[in-house]
């Protein structure tokens, strides 16, 4: 089994503070993508990577792809509020259609 | 936001009973996915398909089958429905990139 470990499991910062959360695995993905979820919904897409060290921003939010496209990071700056919530990474492994999840990072940020 | 939709969106049944949940695109995506979600384990692939009758095995697979006569519609049945199978279930559906869009999810509980 292809194993996607996430962390850390918990997260709770104060408003304003940076943080940063990782996703890690043994084998190369094909393409990563970073999901955010609320309660009572279904995870919703915040971006895919693709290239080895690729960067891509989000307003406040910066992804990482590792070089080896083997791991990958999350990067938050002046977190607020509206960022709380269950943030998973997902891949798809070279060869394989399967999407396989991380275990996720519950943030919750402190007004 | 891709149109799809589960449903029923709750459900209580006993244990032993048969149960379907169905799942329904309007996007033509070639790809949908059937995974549950439960505390501390994340999102976990029960099944997933990649055209019409054509699907693959997840990691947690036992006491669940699927069908998808149709490109829009996946099912997943529960044959015998035990109390460990009490969750929530998610339906995906992606165009072959990678990037994943989900269903608002289906509360299931067998008692």
């Known amino acids: 089994t292809q194993l996607l470990e996430q962390s850390p499991q918990f997260l709770s910062i104060q408003e304003g503070e940076n943080l940063t959360v990782y996703c890690n695995s043994s084998?190369?993905?094909?393409?990563l993508q970073w999901y955010r979820q609320e309660p009572g919904e279904g995870p919703v897409l915040l971006v895919t990577v693709v290239t080895g060290g690729e960067v891509k921003k989000l307003k406040r939010l910066t992804f990482q792809f590792g070089d080896a496209r083997k791991d990958s990071s999350l990067h938050i700056t002046a977190a607020q509020p509206g960022d709380t919530g269950l943030y998973l990474c997902a891949g798809a492994y070279l060869g394989n259609e399967k999407l396989t999840f991380g275990t996720g990072t519950r943030l919750t940020i402190i007004p | 936001d891709a149109g799809i939709t589960q449903s029923p969106r709750h459900k209580v049944t006993e244990t032993g009973t048969p149960v379907t949940l169905r799942c329904h695109q309007t996007?033509?995506?070639?790809?949908m996915y059937w995974y549950r979600q439960d505390p501390g384990h994340g999102l976990r692939l029960i099944h997933y398909?990649?055209?019409?009758?054509?699907?693959d095995k997840g990691e947690v697979s036992d006491g669940y089958s699927v069908s998808r006569s149709k490109t829009e519609d996946f099912l997943l049945t529960l044959e015998s429905a035990t109390s460990s199978q009490t969750s929530v279930y998610f339906c995906a559906i992606s165009g072959g990139d990678g990037e994943a869009f989900f269903g608002q999810g289906t509360r299931l509980t067998v008692v």
């Open positions: 398909s990649y055209g019409v009758k054509d699907t």
């Open positions: 084998s190369v993905f094909s393409s």
């Open positions: 996007e033509n995506h070639r790809y």
